[in-house]
């Protein structure tokens, strides 16, 4: 090894060769972040806050707000890359519990805004909905399941599964949040999917499903009935949940392009992944993000029901965008240490 090469590694700086010539790593792959996606996603993120100066007047102080609240989900997404899978994969269960314990929380002491109990509340420190970290908990604590299972899944891993994706769902649905609730059940479900299930198992559920309907149904509070009533006949509401838009045709054109870009490099990162656990939480962070677009933007059209899911990275908000940054840095740590799990 050249000389060169010693030394570097010496420095801690791990030397990759190609034909015998030292090549030095990129910045990039020391801090573990891929560019494309990082590129796109500040694109996004710019152009969020360009819609968020128009919807609120051109306030300023708005836009610095949200612009500050970028800046802190981007510090995380950093922080959460230089961890390994491993890590994830271990700490998966911990996660999860805790998850569940603050989302007890929330319903015995949780903070109450806007007719719904879903925030828990440090006086003086920070205000957050703990249903955001479990959009994240969930998948990862199912992938965890099914990486120590043989593949694909059988009958008695589905109802595992269907039990830690079921209490942590059923709480948050009790806040209510039912817009939440479904993208949790969405992500974990993806999950269940890209480990193999198959076709026999993936129509008994659809039936099971289908047939706890009624049940939802009933037990729906009235402006979420309203809101699937008003998807039925929009003419019933025409200035009201039905409609609405900001950026119009050529604005919603290029936001659409931006996000199949996103998802497009998200799944590429995603199939790179040489191991079970990976691929199953890879792929599950960049499909639930595939379905936060559609969701909101069928809302927005018009061709699904109003459940309160905000347009990724656009929508004003905080604590959605830091979970949603953490998943992009969970998604490229896996990409970044792709060969350090056995299968």
């Not at 972040?33 to 007047?57: E, K, R």
């Not at 998807?231 to 039905?242: I, K, V």
């Not at 830091?322 to 969970?330: K, M, Q, R, S, Y």
């Amino acid at each position: 090894m050249p000389w060169q090469a010693i030394t570097q590694s010496l420095r801690g700086r791990p030397v990759r060769t190609s034909g015998g010539i030292p090549k030095r790593r990129s910045i990039w792959e020391r801090i573990h972040l891929d560019p494309w996606l990082l590129g796109l996603l500040l694109v996004l993120m710019g152009s969020g806050l360009l819609v968020i100066y128009s919807a609120s007047g051109q306030s300023m102080n708005v836009v610095i707000a949200q612009a500050i609240r970028f800046g802190v989900a981007l510090m995380a997404m950093l922080i959460v890359a230089q961890f390994s899978p491993i890590f994830f994969l271990r700490w998966a269960p911990v996660a999860y519990g805790i998850g569940v314990l603050m989302l007890v929380a929330v319903e015995l002491v949780g903070d109450v805004g806007m007719g719904a109990q879903r925030w828990l509340v440090i006086p003086g420190v920070i205000r957050f909905q703990p249903s955001e970290m479990m959009k994240l908990a969930v998948p990862m604590m199912v992938a965890a399941y099914l990486y120590r299972c043989e593949l694909p899944p059988k009958l008695k891993d589905i109802v595992v599964c269907a039990l830690i994706i079921g209490l942590p769902v059923a709480l948050i649905a009790a806040q209510p949040d039912l817009g939440t609730s479904l993208l949790v059940a969405s992500a974990a479900i993806i999950v269940v999917l890209l480990a193999g299930l198959s076709w026999r198992l993936i129509g008994l559920v659809c039936v099971l499903l289908a047939s706890g309907f009624p049940l939802l149904w009933m037990n729906l509070h009235n402006y979420q009935r309203q809101r699937i009533l008003t998807f039925l006949n929009p003419d019933t509401d025409p200035l009201g949940s039905g409609w609405g838009e900001e950026v119009g045709l050529i604005g919603m054109v290029i936001l659409i392009l931006l996000y199949l870009l996103i998802v497009s490099r998200g799944l590429w990162l995603a199939s790179e992944s040489q191991n079970t656990f990976g691929r199953l939480v890879a792929g599950s962070i960049i499909l639930t993000f595939f379905i936060y677009v559609f969701v909101n933007i069928g809302m927005v059209s018009g061709i699904l029901p109003v459940v309160g899911v905000p347009l990724p990275l656009v929508s004003y908000g905080g604590t959605s965008s830091v979970t949603l940054l953490v998943g992009f840095g969970i998604l490229m740590s896996i990409h970044a240490h792709r060969r350090l799990l056995p299968r």
